[in-house]
């Protein structure tokens, strides 16, 4: 079992930076893949970024690409979303999920991941 507390988010003006959270509790944090994922209103969610159990792999969606980098810290049990040179578009409730199947492989579908945190409020002002 995981449980996944995000932090972090909050209002932001375009071109700015904030640094999410997530960090998890739970033995098998270490041996999970780790997703973002964000929902803006009246939108499906859609994947952000991805990392691998060992974190030696990433994958972005082609709209962050370039801005936002993943990274984890398993001995603090923590995944991070450092988000630069936001956008009013970035605007979304962002969540982290966890998957314990295949933490070497990253996947993209919300779906494919077992555990969700409540999610944090990013706000880009124009």
């Known amino acids: 079992q995981v449980q996944l507390v995000e932090s972090g988010g909050g209002l932001v003006q375009a071109g700015g930076s904030l640094r999410l959270s997530c960090a998890a509790s739970?033995?098998?944090?270490?041996?999970?893949?780790v997703g973002w994922f964000r929902q803006a209103p009246g939108k499906e969610r859609e994947f952000v970024a991805g990392?691998?159990?060992?974190?030696?792999?990433?994958v972005y969606a082609d709209s962050v690409k370039g801005r936002f980098t993943i990274s984890r810290d398993n001995a603090q049990n923590t995944v991070y979303l450092q988000m630069n040179s936001l956008k009013p578009e970035d605007t979304a409730v962002y969540y982290c999920?966890?998957?314990?199947?295949?933490?070497?492989?990253?996947?993209?579908?919300?779906?494919?991941?077992?555990?969700w945190g409540q999610g944090t409020q990013v706000t880009v002002s124009s």
């Open positions: 990392i691998t159990r060992s974190g030696g792999s990433t």
């Open positions: 739970g033995r098998t944090f270490s041996g999970s893949a």
């Open positions: 999920a966890a998957r314990l199947s295949f933490p070497y492989i990253l996947m993209r579908t919300p779906s494919d991941y077992d555990y």
